[in-house]
C-alpha cells in the first residue's frame, strides 16, 4: 500500500523490472519499463508494449550491458512528454 500510494500522484514511473514497475503497470500508470537484453520471458521479445499493461513502454537494451541506450531513450521519451 506504502508503494501504491507513493506512485498514485505520480504522472510517469521509470524504472527496471522490479514489483515496482509491475505495481505501477497493475495501477494504469504511464511507465517505461528498462529491461536487460535477456529479460524475463513475461516481457516476450522484439517488442515495445506488455499485453499485460497497457499503460506500459518497455525499453530493451540493444545488447547485453548496454544502458547507454536505454537512458538515452528515456531522455527522449522524456523530453517528448515534456513538450521540447
Known sequence: MDTAKAIDP?????TVDTAT?????????PTLLMLAKHADWRWFENRDD??????MRLLRQPA???WG???ERVEAELGR???R
Do not use: I, N, Q
Open 50 to 55: 506488455s499485453p499485460w499493461y497497457p499503460s
Open 10 to 14: 505520480l504522472d510517469l514511473v521509470v
Open 21 to 29: 514497475g509491475h505495481l505501477a503497470g497493475a495501477m494504469g500508470k
Open 69 to 71: 541506450p536505454v537512458l
Open 81 to 83: 512528454l515534456s513538450g
Open 64 to 66: 547485453a550491458g548496454e
